[in-house]
């Protein structure tokens, strides 16, 4: 069984640029939830998806956006970056069934660093 | 809406010794809480959940927490520390038609020889 996998590892981007970051779900995960981790803080939650439709959203402008593609795979952009955009962008998968239920079990991949200059 | 209190953001222990990492929460509706581990450069682990059934629950690697609805905490703590276990610790809350977890801000853990 194939774990949740992020890419890339790491990635340095300049004030105003745009960024996508990739996430591969856990084998027979349906739902993408995608968080922020700013450093010395606790992940902080952006949007989930389920079946290729956003299903809820954090305190995120809408400079961040995402897909989730058929085989549940998924994609973080952001637009227009800034330098407190810089920070741990981690991605969790879960479900087999419904979109995301609070008792769902969230699988971490290991994170895409992002710095912004 | 829900969050969640993490008191100490750095605890030290020495190796064999009790760990006791502190969460309280905060929650509307009936919560749901769970306990991660991040080790360096890695993702978040589940260590175990709380999902309304047995208030004591046990998870991976000799931990365990219990629920305590009049405290609203839900501690996690492993009877002898091993040097493996230093890493950071997070507790998180969901609940209701709340699928997103809510985190704390995380309790660094460190393991003395």
């Known amino acids: 069984e194939t774990g949740v996998t992020q890419s890339p590892t790491h990635l340095i981007k300049t004030r105003g640029q745009q960024v996508t970051l990739r996430c591969s779900s856990q084998?027979?995960?349906?739902?993408v939830s995608w968080y922020q981790q700013a450093l010395g803080q606790g992940p902080q939650f952006i949007f989930q998806?389920?079946?290729?439709?956003?299903?809820g959203r954090g305190n995120f402008p809408p400079r961040f956006s995402g897909l989730q593609f058929p085989n549940y795979s998924s994609e973080l952009n952001v637009n227009a970056l800034e330098l407190d955009d810089s920070a741990l962008y981690l991605c969790?998968?879960?479900?087999?069934?419904?979109?995301?239920?609070?008792?769902?079990?969230?699988?971490f991949g290991p994170g895409t660093r992002l710095t912004v200059l | 809406a829900q969050s969640v209190t993490q008191l100490g953001s750095h605890v030290s222990v020495s190796e064999g010794a009790l760990v006791l990492l502190r969460c309280n929460y905060s929650?509307?509706?009936?919560?749901?809480l769970f306990w991660y581990v991040q080790y360096p450069n890695q993702g978040l682990q589940l260590l175990l959940k709380?999902?309304?059934?047995?208030?004591l629950v046990k998870g991976i690697n000799g931990f365990e927490a219990e629920f305590k609805k009049s405290e609203t905490s839900f501690h996690l703590t492993k009877p002898s520390a091993h040097m493996s276990d230093a890493a950071e610790y997070f507790c998180?809350?969901?609940?209701?038609?709340?699928?997103?977890?809510?985190f704390g801000k995380g309790t660094l853990l460190t393991v003395n020889p």
């Open positions: 969790a998968s879960s479900g087999g069934g419904l979109a995301g239920g609070p008792t769902d079990t969230q699988y």
């Open positions: 084998s027979g995960h349906n739902t």
């Open positions: 998806y389920y079946r290729e439709e956003e299903n």
């Open positions: 929650s509307s509706v009936p919560p749901y």
């Open positions: 709380y999902t309304s059934a047995a208030t």
């Open positions: 998180a809350v969901s609940g209701g038609s709340n699928y997103k977890l809510t």
